[in-house]
Every structure is written in structure tokens, then in C-alpha cells.
């Protein structure tokens, strides 16, 4: 059976919290209370609790180069509410140890339903509600954000899984103007085991989304001082942010292997230094951008202690020109200003995995993408173009991952188990646009307790 989190898919939710010691007794205060619902009815809820901290070298995958230490609280319950219907809510804190603007609290709540169709095929479907709250000059950037899933898992043979699925959301910015938008994904999954223990996956994503204001025409997207490059900021938040340090997207991530940025080239020609502190950017021309991605994975089973798997991907544009949105609003912002659509190409990924004793797993993996920025000028430090005759961004990105994990379940409700692990990850991005010519160091660790 194939399960996805509702807002994982796309379109994190998240509520930051205010900064230094507020955000970290905000952050307790909701660890505490998913201890408080453990202890009054742990036979009738499933979950876990946790702490994980992150130290990363280059917290916005740019030239700035800017050190950090995340600690990230973190929990989630779920419970069966009868009639094959259930719930789960998650949340996740960031407490950033230098910057402390970026403290946040994540959360997404989602009910969910399966049932069996036909005996042997099962229909699963879930909604969710999600929203970021912010504080002082960031509170133009709060969203709320409706969305579901249904997928259909078919299983024509005991070695053969379809899975069809569509997803929607909506997300609006109620203090910004021209952010708000209807996403539609529809996706299509087929997998196949065979008797030598190898499986193969195929499968076809097909992304849109429509922003539902347009940006008027007067209006130059490229002006930094215009409302289409910076209505969703502040002025108080620009002065607190914008110390020439040019923070770029991203993070260290929320967990082992996830990349450390994104993409930001909000820069205008003639811009001296690298760009201010934050602004927005963009392709806003039209109204509507589309997307396919093609992905196929064969993994084999290495005996009974090892396994590995290689998959291929292209994405490609198929709306000129797309409409996305860059940005340079880090943590758990990041998905929105790391918008998969304003780029295309090709992506490999690579992951061995090995059994060892004493509980333990180790997991080595390596990532290699192109990335073109089609109509994205490559820029220098300056501002300035690249080549007079123009030259689109093109980055390469490669990430490579060693993680070491360890699990023990016990007879008792809580704790029912406990986890640990712990890695390093090495990205570099080499770009012709040299404000993200860079690459990044990240150690982390974590641990949590089940019930």
C-alpha cells in the first residue's frame, strides 16, 4: 500500500513563532502538551516525540556562506476514529542559534480514509488543513492553505501495484497580494517486483498551478522596488534582514538527505555587492505554470542484510513561459521559494542500504541534477550579466549522504520504541550564476521515542 502525507506532497504548512527564548517555550510548550495526550490515552493514540539538531555551514546554499545550529523539536499523533476514517497531526519547531528571526513553529493536521474496492484494490483518501502564522513584520507572509489526496491502489497481480492519484490545493495569502493560488497534481505509479527480489517503478507527475491575481502590466517584475518584487515584505523585516549578507533560500532541512537551499536570483543588473537581505522574484508574466516529471527506479535486493536502488528523472515545462516565484525567506519557508518550476532537466539519485548489528542501518546515497533556468539570466556578483548576449542559469547540483540509524521496539505502551540517527551530508551546486556557485557541509543528529 502506498502512503502519502497530505501537505508533504506540496505546499508545507508551517507557523513561526516569535524569537529567542518565546520561540523555544512555544516550541517545548507543544512537545509537553503531545506528552500530556500520550499519558491520558496512550492505548488509543500512536505517535512519537523527539529532538533533532543541525549544524550546517551554509544555512542558504549561497555565497554568503552563513553558519548555523538548528535544534528541532518535533511529534506527531494518530488515531483510528472508527469506520475506516482516522486523524494525524504533526509539528516540528526550528530554533536557529544565530538566526533567530527564522525560529518557527510547522503544523498540518489531516483526516484521512481507505476502504477496499473489490476485495483487492484499496481507495485512500485524505484532507488537511494547514497555516503559518508569523509575528511583527513577517505577518504578510501568513497563508492558509486547504488541500487532499485520493489515491486508488490497483493490484492486478500479487507482483504488480497501479497507483493513479490526483491531489488540489489552495493557498492564500491573506496580507499579500498576487500570491494566492490552485494547485493540481495528477500522478500516475506503476511498480513491479519480479522472483530475483528486483523492483521496478515507473512513474509520471503531471504539476499546475494557477495564481489567481495577475500582475499588472505596468508593474516591472524586475524592479526590486517594485510591488511585484517585494509586496509580500515588510520594510521593518527588509532593515532586520537585509544586511548585505544576501540570505538565499533553504536550510539545513528537516531531516538526513534533504538539499541545504534553493533558488533565489533576485538580483537587478547594476546591483552592487550581493542582494539585499530578502526580496521576491520571479516569472510573472502569466498567470498559469505546468510541469511533467518522469521518474524510474529499479532497486535490487543485495541477500538478506542489503538492498540499493538507482532512479532517473526528467522534468520539463510545457507552459512559456512558467509563472514561479523565488525568494529569500529560509527554513521552513523554503518549498514555496524553492519552486520546482522554475527550472528543468534531467536528475539521478543513488541509495545503499546495509544491515548491520545491534539494530543498526547504515545509508549511503549520492544525487546529481541539472538545473535550467530558462529566461534566467546568469548573473556575476555584481548583478551583472554573465555574457552581453545573455546566458540563462544553469546549475549542476550534487549531494552526497551517510547516515547511520537505530531502532528497538519494546512490550509496552510507551515508550514502544525508541530511534536514533545520525549523518552528514556534502552538497555542491555549481552554477554559471556565481551568487550560487557554492556548497555546504551538514551534521546532524536525532533521537525519539515511540508509543
Not at 8 to 18: F, L, P
Amino acid at each position: 500500500m502506498v502512503k502519502k502525507d497530505l501537505v508533504d506532497s506540496k505546499g508545507t504548512v508551517a507557523v513561526r513563532a516569535g524569537v529567542g527564548g518565546e520561540g523555544l517555550r512555544s516550541a517545548l510548550f507543544c512537545v509537553i502538551l503531545l506528552l500530556g495526550i500520550l499519558g491520558e490515552s496512550s492505548a488509543a493514540f500512536e505517535g512519537e516525540v523527539g529532538l533533532q539538531g543541525t549544524w550546517t555551514d551554509n544555512l542558504y546554499l549561497t555565497a554568503s556562506s552563513v553558519e548555523d545550529f538548528v535544534t528541532m523539536p518535533f511529534g506527531y499523533v494518530e488515531t483510528d476514529l472508527g469506520g475506516n476514517f482516522g486523524f494525524r497531526y504533526r509539528l516540528n519547531g526550528y530554533l536557529y542559534s544565530t538566526n533567530s528571526e527564522l525560529n518557527a513553529l510547522w503544523q498540518r493536521a489531516a483526516a484521512r480514509y481507505n476502504t477496499k474496492v473489490g476485495g483487492k484494490h484499496d481507495l485512500e483518501a485524505e484532507l488537511g488543513y494547514g497555516g503559518i502564522l508569523h509575528v511583527s513584520d513577517t505577518k504578510n507572509l501568513d497563508h492558509h492553505q486547504f488541500g487532499g489526496i485520493l489515491d486508488l491502489n490497483l493490484r492486478p497481480s500479487p507482483r504488480m501495484l497501479i497507483v493513479p492519484g490526483i491531489e488540489g490545493y489552495w493557498r492564500t495569502y491573506p496580507n499579500t497580494e498576487s500570491l494566492d493560488y490552485l494547485e493540481g497534481i495528477g500522478n500516475l505509479l506503476m511498480n513491479r517486483s519480479f522472483a530475483t527480489k528486483t523492483t521496478l517503478r515507473l512513474s509520471g507527475t503531471l504539476y499546475f498551478k494557477r495564481f489567481l491575481d495577475s500582475i499588472p502590466e505596468e508593474v516591472e517584475a524586475d524592479d526590486p522596488a517594485s510591488p511585484a518584487a517585494s509586496t509580500a515584505l515588510s520594510s521593518g523585516f527588509i532593515s532586520t534582514l537585509g544586511n548585505g549578507s544576501g540570505p538565499g533560500v533553504g536550510g539545513p532541512g528537516s531531516g538526513p538527505g534533504q538539499p541545504g537551499g534553493g533558488q533565489w536570483n533576485g538580483r537587478g543588473p547594476g546591483s552592487q555587492g550581493p542582494p539585499p537581505g530578502v526580496t521576491i522574484q520571479g516569472n510573472q508574466e502569466s498567470q498559469s505554470a505546468a510541469q511533467l516529471l518522469l521518474a524510474a527506479r529499479l532497486a535490487q535486493s543485495l541477500g538478506s542484510r542489503a538492498g540499493i536502488f538507482l532512479e532517473g528523472t526528467y522534468r520539463t515545462n510545457f507552459l512559456d513561459p512558467p509563472r514561479f516565484e523565488e525568494g529569500s525567506i529560509p527554513g521552513v519557508d523554503r518549498e514555496f521559494f524553492d519552486d520546482h518550476y522554475g527550472y528543468e532537466g534531467p536528475g539521478a539519485f543513488m541509495q545503499l542500504s546495509l544491515l548491520l548489528p545491534l539494530s543498526l542501518r547504515m545509508v549511503l546515497s549520492a544525487l546529481i541534477e541539472e538545473r535550467r533556468f530558462v529566461g534566467r539570466e546568469a548573473l556575476d556578483m555584481d548583478g551583472n550579466p554573465k555574457n552581453p548576449s545573455g546566458e540563462d542559469r544553469r546549475d549542476e547540483r550534487y549531494e552526497i549522504a551517510v547516515r547511520g540509524e537505530f531502532f528497538r521496539g519494546f512490550e509496552r505502551a510507551f515508550p514502544a520504541g525508541i530511534t536514533a540517527d545520525a549523518g552528514y551530508v556534502h552538497v555542491w551546486n555549481a552554477s554559471n550564476d556565481d551568487w550560487y556557485d557554492t556548497e555546504e557541509n551538514r551534521v546532524f543528529a536525532s533521537g525519539s521515542l515511540l508509543w
